[in-house]
């Protein structure tokens, strides 16, 4: 076995008695159906008869994750100071929907985020709703609208915890909040709708001291959650009419095929159910902090108390509103070639999971990645950026030690993403850095990207040098869009 230079012992991917291990995607269902059908996918979704394509960000956010993961496309090198051991560590391709992995630490980052920098030690409630079949469509892929519905729903939010307020005597209270836009259901199903993480109550600017005093909302009573929703839905459809996108327009250009995939998404008309009884469902019992009105709905029946206590209950709830679209553990092969995916919760209905044919699992997938430069996670109220009150609300964040030795711990930065290693940490309890072997701190050493040095160090190994095969494009019979779900 070849030792690459500067090293003591060869290189590893990892020993058996880590903790934690290296992910394998390839080993995966998702990671083989995407290598499997992707270039058929791709291939029958050329523009065709003055039909748009698939879109550059969608194929693009495919073929990174594809590369996700793979050491055979470039790695980190990991090294422990004590025994100078090694760890090959593959690099990630950061997408925004479709690798659970890249989701999954954007998931633990955001909630870290939130919990140490943003959201103070006051109660938070999470209020989420959820809009008609149509307005998930017209949403989907237009950042602009979606922007301004988000906004309406926020400050008919924030507006109704204003009168509340008042009706307390508070007479100038300010509230806050964080929005994520959540674009997919438990079926990988395409469902446009709001989660927003809100302050239970509202600041008064000038309190003890000039500072602001937060002021606890009174017990949240049903029909308060009705007026907020008939509020909400009467501002969003009175905008969208504004706007022209309730009535389809005479003169506008043909569905690409991205709103083709995205209509099937919404209705699920491509999937089968497993479970599910024959039949109407039987009607759904009433929730006290639920209310619906023609299609749309507001659900605001969990939150966490104030206090530094329930910190680590804050951030579960964080890293539920900011959670990936899609679970692997969830997803399986059939016998048949068809995938099943399991729901988090039985339907209604009876369903425990829907069925689909592969082309149908990567047609649902590309309708869930976001458009560029789509925000999925903004911050409103006195915690917005530009808030006079943000500065003296917001934690100032867990210390740091100093990068000199010895020196004095210093505030850590209010920007930027943790560390890969403190996420691992934070969220299964596991230090990376510490060596299985003898208990040193590991550092990245090098980053290796030169194709000629991948594959050297992998056949020292006796690792894959070669990525794993991404199979080409069938015949034309395979490239009906009109194939049923079987």
């Known amino acids: 076995m ?3 230079r500067g090293s003591r012992t060869p290189h590893r991917p990892v020993a058996a008695a880590d903790a934690w291990r290296p992910r394998r995607p390839e080993a995966t269902v998702l990671y083989r159906t995407v290598a499997g059908h992707l270039a058929d996918f791709l291939a029958a979704a050329e523009p065709a008869d003055g039909r748009p394509g698939l879109p550059g960000f969608v194929r693009r956010e495919f073929r ?10 470039g790695f980190l090198r990991v090294r422990c100071g004590a025994c100078r051991e090694d760890v090959l560590v593959a690099f990630s391709c950061k997408g925004r929907g479709i690798c659970p992995s890249c989701g999954g630490r954007r998931m633990a980052d955001a909630a870290a985020h939130l919990v140490d920098r943003v959201l103070p030690p006051v109660a938070v409630r999470q209020w ?16 602009e609208l979606c922007r301004a519905v988000r906004a309406v729903f926020l400050d008919t939010l924030l507006g109704a915890l204003r009168r509340r307020a008042r009706a307390q005597g508070v007479a100038d209270g300010r509230g806050g909040a964080v929005v994520v836009v959540q674009r997919f259901g438990g079926a990988l199903n395409l469902n446009v709708h709001f989660h927003a ?19 606890t909302a009174r017990r949240l009573r049903r029909w308060e959650l009705e007026d907020v929703l008939q509020a909400a839905r009467a501002r969003i459809l009175g905008l969208l009419r504004r706007r022209g996108k309730l009535e389809p327009e005479p003169d506008a250009e043909p569905p690409g095929l991205l709103d083709e995939l995205a209509a099937s998404s919404i209705t699920g ?3 089968m159910r497993r479970g599910a009884q024959p039949g109407p469902p039987p009607p759904r019992e009433p929730r006290a902090f639920c209310v619906e009105q023609e299609g749309f709905s507001l659900h605001a029946g969990v939150s966490v108390p104030g206090g530094a206590r329930q910190r680590e209950a804050l951030e579960r709830l964080c890293r539920y509103v900011t959670r990936p679209a899609l679970a692997t553990e969830r997803l399986h092969e059939r016998p048949d070639g068809r995938l099943e995916y399991e729901l988090r919760h039985p339907w209604s209905d009876g369903t425990t999971a829907v069925v689909l044919p592969p082309r149908a699992l990567l047609s649902r997938l590309a309708t869930l990645v976001p458009p560029p430069r789509a925000h999925l996670l903004t911050y409103h109220g006195v915690l917005a950026p530009a808030s006079a009150l943000r500065a003296a609300i917001v934690p100032a964040g867990p210390a ?18 943790h560390p890969w290693a403190e996420l691992l940490r934070r969220v299964f309890g596991l230090d990376v850095l510490r060596c299985p072997t003898c208990g ?5 050493v090098a980053a290796i990207t030169r194709g000629p040095v991948i594959r050297a160090i992998l056949e020292s190994l006796g690792l894959p040098a070669d990525p794993p095969v991404v199979a080409s494009a069938r015949g034309p019979p395979e490239l009906s869009w009109d194939a049923p779900a079987e």
Request: contains cysteine.
């Open 2 to 4: 070849t030792v690459p």
């Open 64 to 73: 990174a994750y594809l590369e996700c993961g793979i050491l055979a496309r």
């Open 269 to 271: 008309r491509e999937a």
């Open 128 to 143: 989420v709703l959820t809009l008609p079949f149509r307005l998930r469509f017209v949403l989907a892929f237009d950042r």
């Open 440 to 444: 040193g701190r590991r550092r990245i």
């Open 400 to 417: 740091r030690r100093s990068r000199c030795r010895g020196g004095p711990a210093a505030a850590a930065p209010r920007a930027g993403r």
């Open 197 to 215: 993480l809100v302050l239970d109550g509202v600041y008064e600017p000038s309190g003890p001291g000039g500072r602001p005093r937060f002021h």
